[in-house]
């Protein structure tokens, strides 16, 4: 056997080791639900096709490790990936973070989810592009960001409605909660 074929074999069987090993490997990720967001979740009606890649042992064992950290199947982390890497290329200032309410839409470099962006421009006094800059100025971020979850918005309008939605009962919840604690340490 070729020395370059005995190190691809040696590589296969020890990452083979470190995934069927009763130990946990080191924690590279950060556990997180699974997702609710639409875009994750293929209508149950919806057949899914099959295919097939070659990609690098060292990728595939990093995503199953990932796969398993996250609590998601390998096939369905493969696909959250390609969702978001697609939407992510179409809208490049746009990234997905998972958070307290499940994963979402953000601007890059901020906290700011795409949500709290087309709330404050909906909010502001103004209308278009008059719009864009109040909500720029307010956030303090550049007008192109503001544009850009706009843009994204126009896409994605319903899964950011039910984000945005999902936020408002928990936030009302939470308040609800709040006054009765209020109530009764009054």
Known sequence: MNPQAKTLRNTRSSAQEELTSNR??????????????????????????????????????????????TGLSAAALYERFLYEGLRH????????????????????????????VMDTVDAAEERGEAAIREAAEYLGIPEGHVRACVRYYASYADEVDEWRNRMREIADREQEVWHREQAVLA
């Not at 950060?30 to 990609?55: F, G, L, W």
């Not at 809208?91 to 901020?110: E, K, M, S």
């Open 89 to 116: 290329d179409a809208h490049p200032l746009i990234v997905f973070r998972d958070g307290a309410g499940g994963r979402r839409a953000t601007l890059v470099g901020t906290r700011l989810a795409v949500s709290q």
């Open 24 to 69: 946990d490997p080191p924690m590279l990720y950060h556990k997180v639900p699974r997702s609710t967001t639409k875009y994750h979740d293929v209508p149950p009606k919806m057949a899914k096709e099959s295919t097939s890649i070659r990609i690098a042992p060292d990728l595939k064992k990093e995503l199953e490790i990932r796969a398993r950290r």
